[in-house]
T-cell receptor
Framework: DAKTTQPPSMDCAEGRAANLPCNHS???????VYWYRQIHSQGPQYIIH???NNETNEMASLIITEDRKSSTLILPHATLRDTAVYYC????????????FGDGTTLTVKP | DTAVSQTPKYLVTQMGNDKSIKCEQN?????MYWYKQDSKKFLKIMFS???????INETVPNRFSPKSPDKAHLNLHINSLELGDSAVYFC??????????????FGPGTRLTVL
């Protein structure tokens, strides 16, 4: 699985959009980009995933660059409950679970 | 309703003991996993089972033995516990089929402390 690089921490004001970047320059053609988050003392929570096109669901939007070497997770209106560690992972769609979650980005949403 | 449940939530035990952690999912998923999260918060896959069949075993000591009595359950048994086994263990499950195969749902975790 391709390696990802994320900033260790970010702050965001409550109500504002939180934009979390991820670099995955060695991603291969059949690897998807997945985002999970882990709120303190809880299990990781799936957020969104995509292959090439931008994706949106009720939680977030995922913007993938045309060359697929980086992506951005967007939380459109961050709340205090969005404070968590956000993990960006790339892996083959059928290679279920065969990946390790890296360091992630600690997002702190401030009032 | 809890989708993926684990018991116990906390487990404190002495070195050398044998212990088990249980996991159950009521989502009808075919695939289940065990992850270990160490003190540095690094979350690493240990095992994956698909329909009771082991499909991933990631360089885990053979003191760790997963058991899947049916596709809704994946238990983790650990023999001869060592200090380095102290961590939070997460169970997860996912459905079959293309990219949705990887939409994993995680349990609340079991914090294991070996003294």
């Amino acid at each position: 699985d391709a390696k990802t690089t994320q900033p260790p921490s970010m702050d965001c004001a409550e109500g504002r959009a939180a934009n979390l970047p991820c670099n995955h320059s060695t991603i291969s053609g059949n690897e998807y980009v997945y985002w999970y988050r882990q709120i303190h003392s809880q299990g990781p929570q799936y957020i969104i995933h995509g292959l090439k096109n931008n994706e949106t669901n009720e939680m977030a939007s995922l913007i993938i660059t045309e060359d697929r070497k980086s992506s951005t997770l967007i939380l459109p209106h961050a709340t205090l409950r969005d404070t968590a560690v956000y993990y960006c992972i790339v892996r083959v769609g059928t290679n279920a679970g065969k990946s390790t979650f890296g360091d992630g980005t600690t997002l702190t949403v401030k009032p | 309703d809890t989708a993926v449940s684990q018991t116990p939530k906390y487990l404190v035990t002495q070195m050398g003991n044998d212990k088990s952690i249980k996991c159950e999912q009521n989502l009808g998923h075919d695939t289940m996993y065990w992850y270990k999260q160490d003190s540095k918060k690094f979350l690493k896959i240990m095992f994956s089972y698909n329909n009771k069949e082991l499909i991933i075993n990631e360089t885990v000591p053979n003191r760790f033995s997963p058991k899947s009595p049916d596709k809704a359950h994946l238990n983790l048994h650990i023999n001869s516990l060592e200090l380095g086994d102290s961590a939070v263990y997460f169970c997860a499950s996912s459905p079959r089929g293309s990219s949705s195969y990887n939409e994993q749902f995680f349990g609340p975790g079991t914090r294991l402390t070996v003294l």
